[in-house]
């Protein structure tokens, strides 16, 4: 039984209940905002006279009869053909996660069980590398990617997204790699396995945790990546956030808003899943990567 001490006092149980709760409505009153008004019309959601609009949808009722309408869902995905970038947004995620990670699990171990003194300056030129902004690197490969009729194209972005990202999962994979003891690489060879056996069978089952918050980080960067794929896909091989970004239109194009806000919900909502999906894998991975083994 809990000691009396021990107890949290009834005022500050009741402070900090509401502050978890006013907390998590903040947090997710966006999404769900942006939820519900992808069920409206543009004259509704973005009402300037009545934001009461926005709620009970009066002129989404005088336009189709009811206050709730799946029109922006059915120009994105069914006029606009938004499927098509889910895919090429899921293509180029897989390839750059299973990249990032061959690489990023080999170079990390083997930095975390080198004691040359390069292996530092290796680190610290990749957190360089990572540190600069995106859209600087990208314009050193536009020349030769025209040049080599390479533009548009799924593969090349996948390039450019990994070398963009290997810094960031080096870096976090050889923090996980230097939590395990080396002792366990050494137990695995005195019964006989090899260097790259005793990486395979005893020491990535032990940071498997460690793995999948890494390609999740990976994986995320990649999805939500804008500057990198505006710039180097063409209009056919666009993936979902620049063509959110496109149903918003430009100065000179006229672009459709609501298709951009079922787009997002669209988009947003695979995240929740996932996250949902590997939480117990990345809190057991950010706490191994936390503390010290």
């Known amino acids: 039984m809990s000691s009396p001490a021990n107890k949290m006092p009834v005022a500050l149980r009741f402070a900090s209940t509401v502050f978890v709760i006013a907390w998590l409505l903040m947090a997710a009153f966006p999404f769900i905002?942006?939820?519900?008004?992808?069920?409206?019309?543009?004259?509704?959601?973005?009402s300037i006279s009545d934001w009461t609009n926005a709620i009970t949808g009066e002129r989404t009722k005088e336009t189709h009869g009811s206050a709730f309408t799946g029109a922006g869902y059915h120009g994105a995905w069914v006029e606009?053909?938004?499927l098509r970038n889910v895919i090429n947004t899921f293509i180029v995620c897989f390839f750059v996660v299973c990249t990032s990670l061959t690489f990023g699990t080999l170079g990390g171990y083997a930095l975390s069980r080198s004691g040359f003194r390069y292996t530092f300056w290796l680190l610290i030129a990749a957190l360089i590398f990572r540190a600069m902004p995106p859209i600087t690197l990208v314009a050193g490969y536009m020349l030769p990617f025209f040049q080599w009729n390479l533009w548009g194209i799924l593969p090349t972005t996948i390039i450019v997204l990994v070398a963009i990202n290997q810094p960031f999962?080096?870096?976090m994979l050889h923090s996980f790699f230097q939590n395990i003891p080396k002792e366990l690489d050494e137990s695995a060879k005195v019964d006989g396995c090899t260097q790259f056996q005793a990486?395979?069978?005893v020491i990535i089952p032990v940071m498997w945790p460690g793995v999948i918050t890494?390609?999740?980080f990976s994986f995320l960067l990649a999805y939500n990546d804008f500057a990198v794929t505006s710039m180097l896909?063409?209009?056919g091989n666009r993936t979902m956030v620049p063509q959110i970004a496109a149903f918003l239109g430009t100065t000179q194009t006229e672009g459709n808003i609501m298709f951009a806000v079922a787009a997002v919900v669209s988009a947003t909502a695979p995240l929740f899943v996932l996250v949902m999906f590997f939480q117990r894998q990345i809190v057991s991975g950010l706490t191994a990567g936390a503390v010290k083994g």
């Open 233 to 235: 896909l063409s209009e």
């Open 33 to 46: 905002w942006t939820f519900w008004g992808s069920f409206k019309v543009e004259l509704d959601f973005f």
């Open 169 to 171: 999962t080096l870096w």
């Open 199 to 201: 990486f395979r069978h």
């Open 80 to 82: 606009e053909g938004f």
């Open 214 to 216: 890494t390609g999740l």
